[in-house]
C-alpha cells in the first residue's frame, strides 16, 4: 500500500516560533511533493511544491525533501496565528494507471499569540 | 482568472437516491481530479481525468463514476447514495499530469440522510 504519513498533531508553538511538519512516503520514484494549507472550512490551498533534494525557500515557508529517507518537511518561521490550520503533505504516487496526488491525514497546527 | 468552480456549493440528499456534482477547471487545465474528505480518512483521491479519459481510479465502489467533456468541465455520479457517502467533495485542477501541483475548488458539500 503505497501512503503518505504526517503527525497527526496537533502541534502547538508559540507566535514567532518556527513550526516543523513533518512526512514520510513510501514510492521510491516519487517526483513531485506538495504542502497544502487547509483551513477549516475551506478547501486546500497549495502552499510550497519541491523536486529536488534539498531545501526550497518562499517567503517564511521552507520545503526540505530527502528522497533517500522518503522524507519531505515544511518549516514555518515566525509563525503566526493566521498560520493555524491543518498542513496537508500530498505527493504524486504510482497509481494503477498513472501518478495520483496522494494526501496524508494532515498535521492540525495551532499558533499561541 | 476564474478558480476552479464546483457546484452545488451544498446538496442534501435521502439514502437511495443519486446525485451528480460539476466541476469546471481553470481555464487551460486538462486535467481534473476528484477527491473525498471526511474527518476519519481526510482526502481520497476518487479519479482522475485528462482530454476526456479516465487515467487513474482510487479504491471506491462502483457507485462512484465520473466523466470529462470535451470542454474539460467534469462530473461525478454517486448512484444509491448511503449515510456514509456524506462528505466533502473536492474538484482540483491541473495544467498537465500533476507535477506542478493541483488548484482546488471549494467543494460540494453532501449531506445523506
Known amino acids: ?113 | 482568472k476564474a478558480g476552479v468552480t464546483q457546484t452545488p456549493r451544498y446538496l442534501i440528499k435521502t439514502r437511495g437516491q443519486q446525485v451528480t456534482l460539476s466541476c469546471s477547471p481553470i481555464s487551460g487545465h486538462r486535467s481534473v481530479s476528484w477527491y473525498q474528505q471526511t474527518p476519519g480518512q481526510g482526502l481520497q483521491f476518487l479519479f482522475e481525468y485528462f482530454s476526456e479519459t479516465q487515467r487513474n481510479k482510487g479504491n471506491f465502489p462502483g457507485r462512484f463514476s465520473g466523466r470529462q467533456f470535451s470542454n474539460s468541465r467534469s462530473e461525478m455520479n454517486v448512484s444509491t447514495l448511503e449515510l456514509g457517502d456524506s462528505a466533502l467533495y473536492l474538484c482540483a485542477s491541473s495544467i498537465g499530469q500533476g507535477r506542478y501541483g493541483y488548484t482546488f475548488g471549494s467543494g460540494t458539500r453532501l449531506t445523506v440522510v
Do not use: H
Open chain 1, 1 to 113: 500500500q503505497k501512503e503518505v504519513e504526517q503527525n497527526s498533531g496537533p502541534l502547538s508553538v508559540p507566535e514567532g516560533a518556527i513550526a516543523s511538519l513533518n512526512c514520510t512516503y513510501s514510492d521510491r520514484v516519487s517526483q513531485s511533493f506538495f504542502w497544502y494549507r487547509q483551513y477549516s472550512g475551506k478547501s486546500p490551498e497549495l502552499i510550497m511544491s519541491i523536486y529536488s533534494n534539498g531545501d526550497k525557500e518562499d517567503g517564511r515557508f521552507t520545503a526540505q525533501l530527502n528522497k533517500a529517507s522518503q522524507y519531505v518537511s515544511l518549516l514555518i518561521r515566525d509563525s503566526q496565528p493566521s498560520d493555524s490550520a491543518t498542513y496537508l503533505c500530498a505527493v504524486n504516487l504510482r497509481g494503477a494507471g498513472s501518478y495520483q496526488l496522494t494526501f496524508g491525514k494532515g498535521t492540525k497546527l495551532s499558533v499561541i499569540p
